[in-house]
């Protein structure tokens, strides 16, 4: 039986997985490190500055009626923000093309080779529309950590880098400065222990009325994700990397689990059972997709991180929940997990 259910949550996290990969910038993820803006010197006025995703994006605000200027890596101009409200990219600037990729690696940074190589720097800025409405949010290799390895000698707690992002607003020179910082661990074995507490609870409540049981405990778990997916994706600002798929891969499994209930009330239990399958594999997949939550102490979410975990916790436990109960209850018959096939009567009778 176990084995089934491990076919079909892996089955729900490929399915996940080939769906929710995002185009584009790399997204806010779980991380170890949390950034900061420390100061905006000098104290101006028409900007505003904040950290997205924890260490993620650094975002700029420029009210209407000033102007600004970010410089690039190299002192180029690289994103304007004009007094109508609209943004603009420098496609000539290297920074468009490094901070694509979270860490400006070679092989995921597509950049024209006469940029990389400076060809470009006496032409004039080639700008790109890029928003219209004063805000804008990007990857800023100076605000995080530029390696997937955690900095040696440094421990919970420590400052590991500072620097400035320096822009022009109205004409005078300001500076950003960020301050990133290791974050406290935490520790997934609580929620672990929740979500195999959910299964073993849930699993002996259903055991005598399997398909009720699975299809309401499937719709509070998918109602759990769907909230902690939105809050995900309303973290971050559209454009930089998100994904509704977050959203929409439990959603599909809440639809499924509403659909099994009302299958049932209509005594369809063989369709019913395949609907709450579906419903386990989205919701199931989606969770094993995000088991970083679970022990990554920085969450890009609006929400508390304990909720986003608690909902991701319950999500694992419900999916392998709903699975044994569904395949318990008769329902839907399992598919066979041997090759063997009974010898012909025939053959048998003249052996």
Do not use: C
């Not at 805000?135 to 421990?155: N, T």
């Not at 005598?208 to 509070?220: D, E, T």
């Amino acid at each position: 039986m176990m084995v089934v259910v491990a076919r079909i949550l892996l089955l729900g996290s490929v399915v996940a997985g080939l769906a929710v990969s995002p185009a584009g910038a790399d997204p806010a993820r779980p991380t170890e490190y949390r950034s900061t803006i420390d100061a905006i010197e000098p104290d101006v006025d028409g900007i505003e500055a904040e950290i997205i995703g924890g260490d993620a994006f650094i975002n700029l605000t420029v009210t209407a009626g000033h102007t600004a200027v970010v410089e690039g890596y190299e002192g180029e101009p690289y994103l304007q923000f004009l007094d109508d409200g609209t943004v603009q990219e420098n496609r000539l600037s290297p920074a468009t093309y490094l901070n694509e990729s979270r860490y400006g690696r070679a092989g995921e940074v597509n950049m024209p080779q006469d940029v990389a190589e400076g060809r470009t720097d006496d032409d004039p800025p080639e700008w790109r529309t890029v928003a219209t409405n004063g805000s804008y949010a990007w990857h800023d290799h100076r605000v995080h950590w530029m390696s997937p390895d955690r900095p040696q000698g440094v421990e919970p707690g420590d400052v590991i880098q500072t620097q400035d992002v320096l822009l022009t607003v109205d004409d005078e020179p300001v500076a950003i400065t960020v301050s990133v910082t290791l974050a406290e661990p935490i520790s997934p074995l609580p929620w672990l222990a929740l979500a195999l507490v959910l299964l073993a609870v849930a699993v002996a409540a259903g055991w005598r009325r399997s398909l009720p049981v699975a299809a309401g405990g499937a719709v509070v778990a998918s109602v759990l994700a769907v909230v902690a997916g939105q809050g995900e994706l309303s973290s971050v600002p559209a454009g930089a990397g998100g994904s509704a798929l977050v959203v929409i891969v439990p959603a599909i499994g809440l639809v499924a689990a509403l659909a099994a209930g009302l299958l049932l009330w209509r005594g369809v239990r063989g369709l019913a059972g395949v609907t709450l399958l579906a419903s386990a594999a989205a919701l199931g997949g989606w969770a094993l997709l995000r088991l970083t939550v679970l022990f990554k102490p920085v969450l890009p979410s609006d929400l508390p991180p304990s909720f986003d975990r608690a909902a991701t916790a319950v999500a694992i436990g419900i999916a392998g929940a709903v699975a044994v109960l569904t395949f318990h209850s008769g329902a839907v018959a399992p598919p066979p997990l041997t090759d063997d096939v009974a010898p012909d009567p025939e053959e048998r009778a003249t052996t």
